[in-house]
């Protein structure tokens, strides 16, 4: 819009032909100088320079858009670009019709709770480094095109990071460039993508950070480790943000339960699970909304697969 001509933006005749004279031909030279700029080179008065500026400037600029229709825009226009079904009955209506194309969804949970029984039929790569995940990507992103891949999974982010930075955290993400790169494929390529993601302890520095937590900084510190009060999302805060939806897998009351812990449009809800030899199976497709720390919390009863970064 900048650059759209000052003769084609209905000023006057008379007015848009002193514009051109003094060679400000578009929007932009016109709104480079002041007010009184204007007056000097275009030796007119004040009054015909603001009328002028004003109708330029209401032309030349995009409509006005409150922060609340530009949600709803892209609400709609997730929901136009289409889901892919999980054939989870309860779970796609929650979700709208499922796993959404063009924003990152992430599955996250125990190793052996069923993250990577979510999908079939997909060609496998296997990176043994961080640095030939980014090589990786590099080429998945030719392969969108010359294949038209309609689905990208991740299996695990977490693994690469811990395998290359050891099991501290370290004080800057390592996955930043690689969690930008994955958002532009789903949203330039409008396909869902998926990544899992592992679990690990709450270190006892981050109890105080993690608003869902109900215990105090003091007694996780004098208390021993309670896993099932205690386990987070790897990857930490910076990961979380970059994820539209978080499906958390875990072990609740001998049950197998997958909920919607995070979405901008879809409800906290609670599925119980099997896994049986034709897949994933719920067993209720009502589920159970889950309200407060029982949204974000992940209950695992055991210690098998977690990353303990302490």
């Known amino acids: 819009m ?27 030279d016109a709104l480079s100088l002041s007010e009184f700029e204007l007056m000097e080179v275009l030796d007119v008065g004040l009054e015909e320079v603001t009328r002028a500026v004003a109708h330029i400037s209401e032309i030349s600029c995009p409509p006005y858009q409150t922060a609340l229709s530009l949600l709803e825009q892209r609400n709609q226009n997730e929901y136009l670009a289409g889901h892919l079904p999980t054939r989870l009955k309860g779970l796609d209506a929650a979700l709208f019709g499922g796993i959404p194309f063009g924003v990152v ?113 003091a007694e996780t510190i004098e208390d021993p480790p309670n896993f099932n009060s205690h386990l987070v999302a790897a990857l930490g805060i910076h990961w979380a943000h970059a994820v539209t939806i978080r499906l958390v897998l875990e072990f609740r009351s001998g049950q197998r339960v997958i909920k919607i812990a995070k979405s901008s449009i879809s409800p906290s809800m609670g599925f119980c699970f099997n896994i049986t030899s034709s897949g994933v199976s719920l067993l209720d497709d009502e589920g159970v909304e889950m309200m407060g720390p029982e949204a974000n919390t992940i209950s695992w009863e055991g210690h098998i697969g977690i990353i303990n970064y302490e």
């Open 105 to 217: 969804t992430e599955l996250v949970g125990p190793a052996g709770i069923g993250k990577t029984q979510m999908a079939g039929r997909i060609l496998v790569l296997q990176p043994a480094s961080l640095s030939e995940f980014t090589e990786s990507l590099q080429h998945i992103k030719v392969s969108l095109l010359q294949h038209n891949v309609k689905l990208l999974i991740i299996d695990s982010m977490a693994a690469l990071a811990s395998g290359e930075y050891g099991l501290a955290p370290p004080k800057h993400h390592p996955l930043g460039w690689h969690i930008s790169f994955i958002k532009s494929l789903a949203e330039c390529y409008r396909i869902p993508v998926v990544v899992t993601n592992q679990v690990r302890s709450q270190s006892r520095d981050e109890a105080s950070r993690y608003l869902f937590q109900e215990q105090s900084r």
């Open 2 to 28: 900048a650059n759209k001509l000052i003769s084609e933006m209905g000023l006057p005749r008379s007015m848009a032909n002193v514009f051109i004279a003094r060679n400000i031909v578009t929007a932009k």
